[in-house]
């Protein structure tokens, strides 16, 4: 292998000729940044293929025999797609499931601490920041969960402050960071956010996947500038990323390079061209290093030697196999790999004794009270700011209540009167269900950043999970469910006694309770709102032909009827029915001869409950509330459960 090296200049370079866009006062914080070696790391995925009578499982190796070193520098791992990248740098930032992970990740010499995750840094590729909020109030509500309660206040929001200079967001520090409906912040300022969210507890490593997704060529290079001069200060930091450009390239002070989970190259960046010159493949001229080395992987290289008249796509599989056992042969007999083994041999031999922990344990630096009221806080502001959410939902309630109560207007006291009462009842109840479709959206439109936080050791999940419901009960059932019963009821002309106004009110708060977390239990563990919305959709049409009027319920045949207790409409139904029609009298008993009335017509409310089953005692009224509030609980449970049990680790 060829002595010589190719000049490629980093420091005088960065300083003089590519500054970055923004300016900071001072130099970032000296840091002592840890030193990342890995051992013999494989990982395997099991794999399921075939219908359900014939399924197969199969073995595929994602990472196989990776040995290294990473210290306090920019550490980039490098490789085409599908070749691993991703994957090994969640092995080595402790995200990865550990069925199916074997080797050894040591951390300064000693084994990875059980809460690794929560003591790094790990950027993901797609941002994950609450967009309604400004970037000074996304980085204290980091501050105030991450770092330790004994820190005051004071100093928090000293430190968030410098930090926000330090990545030069100043000038938009109280802007939102933007969503689909608000505009926000551009795409570098956007990550040097989410960069930011991980620094405020200053971890010794901090781990980037792909951190120049969806950036432009400037902003992807003012992101690394930074992130170079965060290195240069002491930090480890590790990222994966595809295809960097020369300016780019040229920041990297260790280079891993994966073929198809395999190291073809792990050792200094700025030697790397040197070295692929010394087993045969030479860069051309003007040629970006990152493009000419996934050339030569994939066997596109003009330095591979490939006939021209090679055109069969097995001989190209096989040429390209062939190169990329040469490449790992190669690789193991240079003498970066002999250095390499030689450093983590001493590693291993000073190790320090202790156990490899056998699952991942998340640890929290606050107490329960103190992430409810922050989590709190940040949902009722989201939802504040989020009007398509909030006032739309009132707005749109109103206009349905104006809507039930003109259709409705005015029932009397006859037959007439009995069938309107029951059709509006209906609708209100219906109503109720469909509305609550739109809390599917809860859990499923933040899932990347509650996945996110929760494994940093943010907030517990049932702080998470207690805040959401609280927020979604509160402020998009309770209010609407007010506003609706309060035009509705009176436009309708149903009783008018404050007893049986405040048994409606409640009544249909609960059916819209009840829905909610049916929602939320169906919705939980699903990552497409179209197919939690069929799902619900479903549910809820089979209840509604068990609610008591496409069907009489007496009539259904008994194999069937116990379905009747599944439907969250007939409980709603049942007790509007109870509540309004006990005490009612549709026609007048006195104008018939002796008083007598003809069999099978409906004279008063109770003969009405009577034909259609319902029981109009006391206890037949609130056994609905009761059932609806177990319901409630039930589903509730299930969708904790499920947020519980949500699969955290790739």
Known sequence: MSERSVHLPIEGDIELNEKPKYQSSGPLRSLHGSTVSFHDIHYKLLQKSGCLCKRKTTTKDILIDLNGIMKPGLNAILGATGSGKSSFLDVLAARKDPSGLSGEVLIDGAPQPPNFKCLSGYVVQDDVVMGTLTVRENFSFSAALRLPTS???REKKDKVSRLIEELGLTKVADSKVGT???RGISGGERKRTNIGMELIIDPSVLFLDEPTTGLDASTANSVLLLLKRMARNGRTIILSIHQPRYSIYRLFDSLTLL????QVYHGPAQSALDYFSGIGYTCEPHNNPADFFLDVINGDSTAVTLSNDVVDPEAVASSRQSIEEKLIQEYRRCDYYKETQAELEKIIRGKERGVRPASRTITYTTNFSTQFKWVMKRTFRNLALNPQTSFAQVAVTLLMALIVGAIFFG???DHSGIQNRFGAMFFVIVNQCFSALSSAELFIQERKLFVHE?????????VYFLCKILSDLLTLRTVPAVVFSCVAYFMIGFKATVGAF????????LVSYTATAMCMAISADVSVVAIANIFITIAFVFMMIFAGLLVNLPSIVSWLSWLKYLSIPRYGIGALQVNEFVGLTFCNISSFPGS???????CTGEDFLTDQ???YSNWGLWQNHVALLSMTIIFLAIAYLKLRFTKKFT
Not at 454 to 460: A, L
């Open 180 to 182: 689909m409906m608000i």
């Open 502 to 509: 405040f048994t409606f009110m409640l009544t249909v708060a």
């Open 613 to 615: 089953g319902v029981d």
């Open 411 to 413: 029932v009397k006291e």
């Open 259 to 262: 073929v198809n989970g395999k």
């Open 454 to 462: 929760s494994i940093s050791g943010y907030y517990r999940v049932s």
């Open 151 to 153: 820190i005051p206040q």
């Open 596 to 602: 007598f009335v003809p069999p099978g017509l409906v």
